[in-house]
């Protein structure tokens, strides 16, 4: 794993800037994952474990093709669970199995796009105390709802030790993401400046988007890592080198089976 981005490999299609990002993550047996694979890809994994991921984070100053800033449409606090994969060419990314967003049109977007499992919801963000506070409720399914409050942790030495860490370099420093879309399994790369981590605590946590997306139970134990980043800026260029998918696999609900 790199932490810096390679080349992007084409042009940039999207700009983003993610802020106020917090990264809550559970250890999990491979096989419990294996299921929500898209095509192609299967877990990665890191000293035996894969992981998945509970990410909130505030989304702004989004814009296209090099174009102006889009001031109400790309500015909305977003959470996603998301697992992480590699493909047959050995290519690293994530899966995302849901993204919550308050904007109705960018959900659209990204799901005509890119096929992308974004959820329009009912979303907030605020800070105080030194906490940082996110809630999301899906529009039409109320138990998709989720409550976090991180507090990071102003640990400079421990920062510093994050930036060589192997653990927080495969959970953060990805650079793509596969996506089912229309048939075919794609690629699409993304590329940002490296995560300025520092370690975070989970002052409060209710959530339900992870049994939501198929795991009943996870969020009934601590996360394994958290983590909190202030901000990077990231670029996204097009889907590439699709693979072809032979047969649909099925996703089964995972039960509250916990993972050393």
Partial sequence: MFREAPPLGGPAILRQRWSEVSFLHWRVDPAVVAPFMP????????????????????????SFFG????????????????????????????VFLSLEASHLIPVLTARAAFGLPYQWASMKIGQRDGQIAYKTKRHGRPDAASHIIVRPIDDPAASVSLAADPEATFLTARWAFHETH???????????????????????????????????????????????????TTVFAAPQQPFQIRAPQSRPVWTSARSS
């Fill in 39 to 62: 095509e192609g890809c299967r877990p990665d994994t890191l000293n035996g474990s894969s992981w998945v991921g509970l990410i909130a984070f505030q989304m702004s100053q989004s």
């Fill in 67 to 94: 174009g102006p800033r889009i001031p109400w449409l790309g500015d909305f606090p977003e959470v996603n669970v998301r697992l992480y994969s590699v493909d047959e060419k050995g290519r690293r990314g994530v």
């Fill in 182 to 232: 229309r048939g075919r399994t794609i690629y699409c790369r993304n590329q940002h400046e490296p995560w300025p981590l520092q370690p975070a605590e989970v002052v409060y946590l209710d959530d339900g988007l992870l049994a939501a997306a198929g795991f009943e139970g996870l969020a009934d134990r601590a996360p394994d890592s958290v983590l909190y980043a202030s901000d990077v």
